[in-house]
């Protein structure tokens, strides 16, 4: 019954930023890694940013510097800050949870949310 729902998305142009949230709701439940993903038309999903429960994080190559990843476990909710965005970022974006329940882990996706970079 855990439930990912993500907001934030829209049309920004080129230079500006967007913050993308995904609450998690629905269960009794321990976060062991949150993440994001991209996939742009015609391409595969990709790792945008990850944090392990301890909070470590790790960005893809083109997200280093400009991205960053944010929890608040008080809320179970991550953020995405986006900034210097270009039309190369323009993607879907996915929020993933892997948490932990009493019988083992499971693996959820948000519904994902639109980000277009204008030129």
């Known amino acids: 019954q855990l439930q990912l729902v993500e907001s934030g998305g829209g049309l920004v142009q080129a230079g500006g930023s967007l913050e993308l949230s995904c609450v998690a709701s629905?269960?009794?439940?321990?976060?062991?890694?949150w993440g994001w993903y991209r996939q742009a038309l015609g391409k595969q999903r990709e790792l945008v940013a990850a944090?392990?429960?301890?909070?470590?994080?790790n960005y893809a190559d083109f997200a280093k510097g400009r991205f960053t990843i944010l929890r608040d476990n008080a809320k179970n909710t991550v953020y995405l800050q986006m900034n210097s965005l270009t039309p190369e970022d323009t993607a879907v974006y996915y929020c993933?949870?892997?948490?932990?329940?009493?019988?083992?882990?499971?693996?959820?996706w948000g519904q994902g949310t639109q980000v277009t970079v204008s030129s």
């Open positions: 629905g269960g009794v439940f321990t976060i062991n890694t």
């Open positions: 944090m392990t429960s301890g909070g470590g994080t």
């Open positions: 993933n949870l892997m948490a932990g329940f009493r019988l083992g882990r499971r693996d959820y």
